[in-house]
Nanobody, 118 residues
Framework: QVQLVESGGGLVQPGASLRLSCAAF????????MRWYRQAPGNERELVAR???????YYLNSVKGRFTISRDSAKNTVYLQMDSLKPEDTAVYYC????????????WGQGTQVTVSS
């Protein structure tokens, strides 16, 4: 059994920063790509950023230059540093990962709320 546990969400003002964390727990053999998605009310879930096992990254156009995804493979953890936050970044943020434990499956975290408002 694998669990992804997110933390770091909250209520901040525009221009502020937040750092999300997502740690994977369980009988994990290997973690491949790790991702952050978000879903705002009334919108579809969208991919915000992803990072491969080798460190290659992808970002949604609207967050490029403001968000940074990173991972600590020793801790089975992925981070999302969010700077210069805007009201349109308000959403529930979900962690997602491809994990071998011992077979390969795709796992989701429970989500963490990020609200950007003055």
């Amino acid at each position: 059994q694998v669990q992804l546990v997110e933390s770091g969400g909250g209520l901040v003002q525009p221009g502020a920063s937040l750092r999300l964390s997502c740690a994977a727990f369980g009988s994990i053999v290997k973690i491949n790509t790790m991702r952050w998605y978000r879903q705002a009310p009334g919108n579809e879930r969208e991919l915000v950023a992803r990072i491969s096992i080798g460190g290659s990254t992808y970002y949604l156009n609207s967050v490029k230059g403001r968000f940074t995804i990173s991972r600590d493979s020793a801790k089975n953890t992925v981070y999302l540093q969010m700077d210069s936050l805007k009201p349109e970044d308000t959403a529930v943020y979900y962690c997602n990962a491809d994990i071998e434990a011992p077979t390969w499956n795709n796992y989701w975290g429970q989500g963490t709320q990020v609200t950007v408002s003055s």
